[in-house]
């Protein structure tokens, strides 16, 4: 009799009886764990959503919350990627997402107020940051262990990193502001742009390489130029072409210079770069103004 009352009791446990401890936690466990790449794309719909939607009601307030998706963008980077961090904690890679998000967000002004246009760059924005979040992920787990990875998440970055540059200057350089003002907000970008994209070659806590120095000396060129240019004479999307091209090269030729693959064919095609984006500059301008 008690062991046809101990089978009842059993089975009442296997389908629908009071759950074991043991049953609990692993119930609890499978809704907690949810995989990276999920966490990503979980992260990338809601800022999507909220950036689409937001621009759409708020109008000028959309300065606020441009500024809150760009740091909602780092928790939901930092929610996929914590643990990982655990082992290697760098603030470096939460950068580049703070200022694409930042970017995007304020370009929206800048862009036709159409549905369509909307759309498009919402969805471009989509596209980009879950790249972003892929490449940060393996910048995080490639300061501990090789991944083979790296280079393509390196090249990820260092366009996104020049997509930032660009809708950021122009959006600066539309504002017509005073010459000092848009050259401290030129300096608040470029710095930690250039930073962590020299940082994405070197991957190291410890600074063997004087990254801070370096930084610091093409962010003063960026500077400089910027002051050149907010006398010239056109438009801002042509001065911030420019600016964009200025900053490839420079960074562009820093990040095979570490490589140690600075070669003449190399260092030509930079150079390249630089004329051309220098010509496009002389067509565009209005000298008769």
């Not at 009842?8 to 790449?37: H, V």
């Not at 390489?209 to 130029?225: K, N, R």
Request: charged share 10%.
């Amino acid at each position: 009799m008690t062991d046809i009352k101990r089978g009842i009791f059993n089975l009442l446990n296997k389908k629908g009886g009071s759950p074991s401890p043991q049953n609990k936690r692993d119930k609890k466990t499978l809704i907690i764990s949810i995989d990276k790449r999920k966490k990503f794309v979980i992260g990338v719909a809601l800022l999507s959503g909220i950036l689409f939607i937001t621009e759409l009601q708020f109008g000028k307030s959309g300065f606020i919350i441009a500024a809150f998706l760009s740091f909602l963008t780092n928790v939901f980077l930092y929610w996929a990627i914590r643990h990982d961090l655990k082992e290697n904690f760098s603030l470096n890679v939460f950068i580049l997402p703070f200022f694409y998000s930042l970017a995007f967000a304020l370009f929206y002004f800048l862009i036709p107020a159409r549905l369509l246009f909307r759309l498009a760059l919402t969805s471009f924005y989509a596209f980009g940051l879950y790249s972003l979040f892929l490449s940060q992920n393996i910048f995080t787990v490639s300061a501990i262990r090789t991944i083979a990875l790296l280079s393509g998440a390196r090249i990820v970055s260092f366009v996104l990193t020049l997509l930032s540059i660009f809708f950021l200057t122009n959006i600066v350089y539309t504002l017509h502001l005073h010459i000092f003002p848009t050259i401290v907000l030129i300096a608040l970008y470029s710095y930690p742009l250039v930073y962590q994209s020299l940082w994405t070659y070197v991957l190291q806590k410890t600074e063997e390489h004087p990254l801070i120095l370096w930084s610091g000396i093409i962010t003063l060129c960026l500077i400089e130029v910027a002051s050149a240019l907010w006398f010239w004479p056109t438009s801002p999307t042509v001065i911030a072409l420019f600016i964009t091209g200025f900053f490839y090269t420079l960074v562009g030729l820093s990040h095979v210079w570490l490589e140690k693959r600075l070669f003449r064919g190399v260092l030509w095609e930079y150079v390249w770069v630089g004329v051309a984006v220098f010509f496009t500059l002389l067509v565009f301008t209005s000298w008769g103004k």
